[in-house]
Structures are given as structure tokens and as C-alpha cells.
């Protein structure tokens, strides 16, 4: 998947502290979603951790990813099949993201309106800890070229 951003930092401590007691097997998940390029599964990322010889197993994928995205570290995606994509967030502001469904192109998006939309609602109900996720996903310009020759050579 291609991303727009430039190579992050492997992470820190205090990176790894966010999500709880600071273990290996955190840090390893850590370490290889800031390097994975774009959204990425749990089950994906298992895979790479495996094939480059870690232990960790896919349940300490899961949880350790799910506590990246509770601290506000990693960005979450649903992609067709409902499966959650993972994509680290080195800062506290998240961002939002157009997928294309086809090869997993992200590109952020403006989000000023859906920001202050979010913080309006949040001042307004009287409602704490406010959270919201906007996915917005579709065929890139590439795979719908792609596409459009497919239909015509069939």
C-alpha cells in the first residue's frame, strides 16, 4: 500500500508505555507497523513479524494494535470485508484517509469540517471522551483505468 508520509522513527519507550507495560513483543509490533508502508490487517502484519523470524503470537498482534488505536497511535480502517486496517499514527492528531478498495492507495484528506462537526456535537450533548471515525474508500484513478480496460477487452 503506498503511503504519503516519510519514514517514521522506530518507537520509543514512551511510545510503547501509551499501550501499557512496556514488553518485547509490544515494542516488535510497534516497531513494525511504523515501518509497514500504509494500512495494514493484524493477521498481515503477523505474517511479516513470522516471517522475519519473531515469536510474537497473533493474539498479541490483535490486542497490542487495538491499544495503539485506543491511545490515539494508530489510525483504523474497515476495509470491503469489514476487517480492520491498522496505519501508525506518530502524532496525537489523527487524520483522515481515502482507501482505494482495489490496492490500498491512501491518501489523507481534509477534515477541518469533519473536526469541527465532531467538537461541536461533543461541547453541544454534554457527552465526554468524544470520539468519531470517517472512512471514506473507492477506486483510485489507476485501478479504475484499469478496470474500465478490463470491461473492454472483454
Known amino acids: 500500500m503506498a503511503d504519503d508520509r516519510p519514514q517514521s522513527t522506530l518507537p520509543t519507550l514512551h511510545d510503547i508505555a501509551l499501550i501499557g507495560r512496556a514488553t518485547q513483543q509490544r515494542a516488535v ?3 513494525a507497523l511504523v ?3 500504509g494500512f495494514i490487517s493484524a493477521q498481515a502484519l503477523h505474517k511479516r513479524l513470522v516471517a522475519d523470524g519473531s ?3 497473533l493474539s498479541t498482534v490483535y490486542r497490542t494494535l487495538t491499544a495503539l488505536a485506543e491511545a490515539g497511535r494508530a489510525d483504523v480502517f474497515r476495509d470491503t470485508n469489514g476487517e480492520r486496517l491498522f496505519r501508525h499514527r506518530p502524532g496525537p492528531d489523527h487524520r483522515h484517509y481515502l482507501v482505494c478498495t482495489e490496492c490500498g492507495l491512501s ?4 477534515s477541518g469540517p469533519v ?3 465532531a467538537d461541536r456535537i461533543a461541547r453541544t450533548s454534554g457527552f465526554a471522551n468524544v470520539r468519531h471515525a470517517v472512512e471514506l474508500s473507492g477506486i483510485c484513478p489507476d485501478c479504475g ?3 474500465a480496460v478490463r470491461e473492454r477487452t472483454r
Open 29 to 31: 509490533v510497534l516497531g
Open 115 to 117: 473536526e469541527k462537526w
Open 107 to 110: 491518501l489523507p484528506v481534509e
Open 145 to 147: 483505468r484499469r478496470s
Open 35 to 37: 515501518v509497514a508502508e
Open 55 to 57: 515469536p510474537v503470537g
